[in-house]
């Protein structure tokens, strides 16, 4: 029901003011994740599933993006069977439950420019297994004829949305066997022009 209201919303600002939709093209766009922890990191990608973007006179007006929590890969981890138990291990329910929780979603609210960088930074809703926060993050956005290119790096605290597998946050007494709350996704989302 919420998607449904969040479509029809999106398609009722394009009729009101006149802004120009783009449609998130799948394939050319990148989600990258970095997790650490003291004796060093992982990384991998997660795919968008799908995404819509307003823009007026090229300006960021709405945004609502799906991702696809069942696509999480690593890269870092190069034994197939050390891989799939990372990756698998992941999906489980210490981590994100994608078997619950299969999407993740990132709705814009609103841009402001850092008064210190000049930069521009992005407010959105990052939902995660069900939990909702606010982020904020600097972002880029060029255009290239019918394309509207977002990049830009966010940090997030895994246990804000229930994560806390190794957090010692958590668990004060783990020692150095603790993981890092905050994990990194680097994006570049490529959207297209609807004609």
Not at 70 to 81: F, G
Not at 96 to 114: C, L, R, W, Y
Request: hydrophobic share 40%; aromatic share 10%; proline share 1%.
């Amino acid at each position: 029901m919420n998607k449904t209201i969040a479509l029809i919303n999106i398609v009722l600002l394009s009729f009101l003011f006149s802004v120009d939709t783009y449609t998130v093209v799948k394939d050319s766009s990148r989600l990258e994740w970095i997790g650490s922890k003291v004796t060093g990191s992982h990384d991998g990608v997660i795919d968008f599933k799908s995404g819509t973007v307003l823009i007026k006179d090229k300006k960021l007006q709405s945004a609502e993006l799906v991702v696809d929590m069942k696509s999480i890969t690593c890269l870092d981890i190069k034994k197939k069977s050390s891989n799939e138990y990372f990756v698998d291990h992941l999906k489980s329910d210490d981590f994100f439950g994608v078997k619950n929780f299969p999407e993740a979603h990132i709705k814009f609210i609103s841009t402001e420019i850092d008064k210190e960088t000049g930069e521009t930074l992005l407010n959105c809703e990052l939902t995660i297994k069900e939990i909702t926060n606010k982020v904020k993050f600097p972002v880029s956005i060029t255009f290239d004829k019918n394309l509207a290119i977002a990049e830009g790096t966010m940090i997030v605290d895994r246990t804000k949305y229930g994560i806390k597998y190794k957090s010692k946050t958590i668990f004060s007494d783990i020692g150095d066997r603790f993981i890092y709350d905050d994990f990194i996704l680097t994006f570049k989302i490529v959207s297209e022009l609807n004609k």
